[in-house]
């Protein structure tokens, strides 16, 4: 006989198996995961590193130079030459000075003739850095043949910082201790001073140079404001991975000069389609009147996994806070080099909680940067700007991670790295320029996600999505043709090709290289405090994407950017 029983409709019995739900979580990622590691924390923060931006123009300096006099009327008596000799010079000897005048003795000059050798040495201080200098004929006999030039340096008479507010006045007046009175006017250090106080944010200057009271000398009057102005940029873009969210909303705020004279806040918020947040806030001050310049920061990002990884149930968070120091070693309108170090601590954190698993990592670095820029003439005119970067540090996993670290990449420990980062925009004829770039990471072990060179994405390979191609190692190489429509619409012709090595060390038999390139157009367009960015490239080597299983290209990116 058989007999038939009924379970009990209790809610354990109707709870599926934890095993169960592990088990489904796996299948239905799988596809992914066959194509590429599940996306972290630190590689998460990574493809939130926004480019680096060409530096602005400085604003020329109003420096009014002396009258030269009444030009002469070539013509009338004229002296032969027997020997030039010169009076007031500080900064050349006479035999340096007679050099640039070239072999004038036993040639005969009339008043104009003679005034153009004073010219001539006028031109060679300023063209050495001494705007005010000019050369003089004082009265003379020149019956027997030498010429008696007089040299005017030019020396600091008043200099002061003009504004109504004590403070204010005081603090500016510091940038310009290094223009005392009764020195040599020299461009460098004049120039320097006025580009740090510029500099600041919230502040306007107004600096002018007139002739002084005393002969020979200049006053600086620096008329300068402190304004706490507030910024905003909104953008959205389609810059983000498929698995944290494509589509991306964000909003910066500046505040200039909040709590004193040329500090900085800034605070950033950013959200995907995906479940990404981000939320930091940076603030900054100048750290004296020479340059130096302190900053603190801390930034949280919060991640949930979609599409494909859905079913794992997979986020996490990274934490960073950061204190960094620079200093211009150089501030020149045309030239300009900044040491800047950073100390960054990263806490990343990641789970998956359909499998209950969850993992913890932390780092700490500093960076040490220089970074550059110069303008030139070359050609038709451009710039070239960039940074060489060095990032010792120290990774720490938590017991579990640790374990599996030990037999794969063995990257729990100190590591260190080498950035390079250069830029080159160049006038070509006509409507025509160029921009290159070249970017390099060199690793000697292998390093965590956080630390990574990634090729994809609209700043590097932009035939393919953001999360692909990232490796201890790798090299970027970037070309675009430009061409102005109108002053604020250019089309452009590009092509990206970069390698990286996945690990520095492999352990494994798996891929050890990866090599992609790609090719495209793009439309920038500009007006007021609006811009737009679009692009469309495709695929030449690399094959299909693993970081994304979306068919078919070209690969679309657009920014939309509006400040006010």
């Given amino acids: 006989m058989t007999r038939f029983t009924t379970a009990p409709n209790t809610r354990e019995h109707q709870r599926p198996h934890p095993i169960a739900l592990a088990l489904g979580a796996l299948l239905c990622a799988a596809p992914a995961l066959a194509q590429q590691a599940l996306p972290d924390a630190g590689r998460t923060l990574r493809e939130l590193t926004p480019p680096a931006e060409a530096p602005k123009p400085s604003r020329p300096l109003d420096i009014l130079t002396p009258d030269s006099g009444q030009p002469v009327a070539p013509g009338g008596p004229q002296v032969q030459l027997q020997s030039v000799d010169f009076s007031g010079h500080t900064v050349f000897d006479a035999d340096a000075l007679r050099a640039v005048l070239g072999e004038v003795t036993g040639q005969r000059f009339d008043l104009a003739g003679l005034r153009g050798l004073a010219a001539r040495i006028t031109a060679h201080y ?18 027997q043949g030498r010429l008696q030039i007089e040299v005017i340096e030019g020396r600091w008479g008043k200099v002061r910082a003009a504004n109504e507010v004590t403070d204010v006045q005081a603090a500016a007046q510091a940038y310009l201790a290094p223009l005392p009175s009764g020195a040599l006017i020299e461009q460098a250090p004049l120039e320097r001073a006025l580009l740090l106080l510029s500099d600041l944010p919230g502040v306007t200057s107004h600096p002018v140079v007139r002739p002084g009271e005393a002969g020979g000398s200049g006053d600086l009057e620096v ?37 004193t004279f040329g500090d900085q806040l800034q605070l950033r918020t950013m959200a995907s389609d995906e479940a990404l947040l981000l939320g930091s806030l940076d603030y900054s001050l100048p750290l004296g009147a020479q340059g130096w310049r302190g900053r603190i920061g801390y930034a949280h990002t919060s991640y949930e996994l979609g599409q494909q990884f859905a079913a794992l149930r997979a986020g996490g968070s990274a934490k960073v806070a950061s204190l960094g120091l620079s200093y211009p070693l150089r501030r020149t309108r045309l030239a300009n080099v900044t040491l800047a170090a950073s100390y960054q601590h990263k806490d990343l954190r990641d789970r998956q909680d359909a499998l209950a698993t969850r993992s913890a990592k932390r780092s700490d670095s500093v960076a040490l940067t220089l970074q ?41 420990g100190r590591f260190d790295k080498l950035g390079l980062d250069l830029h080159r925009i ?12 070249l970017g390099a990471q060199w690793s000697e072990g292998n390093l965590d996600s956080s630390e990574d060179f990634g090729l994809g994405g609209p700043a590097g390979v932009r035939a393919y999505p953001s999360s692909e191609g990232y490796g201890d190692r790798g090299l970027l190489a970037q070309l675009e043709l430009h061409y102005a429509l109108q002053p604020n619409t250019k089309l452009l012709a590009f092509y ?3 390698r990286v090595d996945i690990n520095a060390r492999p352990w494994d038999r798996a891929d050890r290289h990866r090599s992609l390139a790609g090719a495209g157009l793009g439309l920038r367009w500009q007006l007021r405090g609006v811009s737009a960015d679009l692009s469309l490239a495709w695929r030449t080597q690399g094959g299909s994407p693993r970081s994304d299983t979306r068919p078919g290209q070209p690969m679309a990116w657009f920014s939309l950017v509006s400040r006010f």
Wanted: hydrophobic share 35%.
């Fill in 126 to 143: 300023q063209r050495a850095g001494y705007p005010f200098a000019r050369a003089l004929l004082p009265a003379q006999a020149l019956g």
């Fill in 223 to 259: 008329s300068v404001q402190r304004e706490r102005s507030v910024g905003a940029e909104l953008a959205l873009d389609n810059h983000g991975s498929r698995y944290n969210g494509i589509y991306r909303a964000r909003l910066q705020l500046q505040i200039d000069s909040p709590f």
């Fill in 372 to 412: 550059f820029d110069r303008r030139d003439e070359i050609g038709g005119g451009g710039i070239s700007y960039g940074s060489l970067s060095w990032t010792p540090g120290r990774l720490r996993l938590d017991p579990q991670a640790r374990a599996g670290d030990a037999l794969t990449a063995r990257s729990q």
């Fill in 426 to 437: 160049q006038a070509l004829s006509g409507a025509f320029s160029l921009y290159g770039h």
């Fill in 496 to 498: 990206d090709a970069g």
